[in-house]
Each structure stands twice: as structure tokens, then as C-alpha cells.
């Protein structure tokens, strides 16, 4: 059975990748993980790969928020180094 892609996570998948529980907090909060809770600092979405639209949303307003990109790395999953990457792209098209 497909379960969530959160680490550590062992619930049935439901929508996106992850279970209700990750995608409910991803519609309400635009992450799946919750930001500043201990219990998922450093937990890796292990589904992770190059950044979609999604990724670049989340991270647009995480930085429209002033987040550094080690605390979008830590809420996210996405690496510091795709997050700088994608500024620099951001920049060179005149987006950031
Ligand atoms: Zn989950």
C-alpha cells in the first residue's frame, strides 16, 4: 500500500503524495510540515526532487516572508542550495 511520503510518516496515502493529515496542513498552511514544531525540523520529504510549481510558490512566499533558506530548507525539505539556485534564476528574470 502507497503510504505518505513524509518520512517517518507510515499513514495511507491521500492526496499530492502524503496522507490527509500532511495534506491538509500543506492547503492550510502551504507546507505539509509544520514550521517551528521540533518534532519536524530536519525531516527530509524524501519525494523531493527538482523544484515544480508548487515548490516554487511555496518558496516565493516563504521568502516574500522573509524566511532565511535554512528555515525554508527545515519547513520545506527544499535544499539550501535548489532554494539559492532558484533566487539567482529568480533574479536574472527580474522576478525577486
Ligand atoms: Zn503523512
Not at 505539509?32 to 520529504?45: C, E, Q, T, W, Y
Not at 526532487?49 to 535554512?70: C, F, G, I, N
Amino acid at each position: 500500500m502507497k503510504s505518505c511520503a513524509i518520512e517517518g510518516c507510515e499513514r495511507k496515502h491521500h492526496a499530492r503524495g502524503w496522507c490527509h493529515t500532511h495534506y491538509e496542513h500543506w492547503l492550510k498552511y502551504g507546507t505539509p510540515l509544520a514550521v517551528g514544531r521540533s518534532k519536524f525540523i530536519n525531516v527530509r520529504l524524501n519525494f523531493r526532487q527538482p523544484m515544480d510549481e508548487w515548490d516554487e510558490r511555496t518558496v516565493r512566499r516563504l521568502l516574500a516572508q522573509r524566511m532565511s533558506y535554512r528555515a525554508i530548507q527545515r519547513a520545506t525539505g527544499i535544499g539550501y542550495n535548489t532554494v539559492a539556485r532558484f533566487v539567482r534564476r529568480e533574479r536574472a528574470n527580474g522576478v525577486l
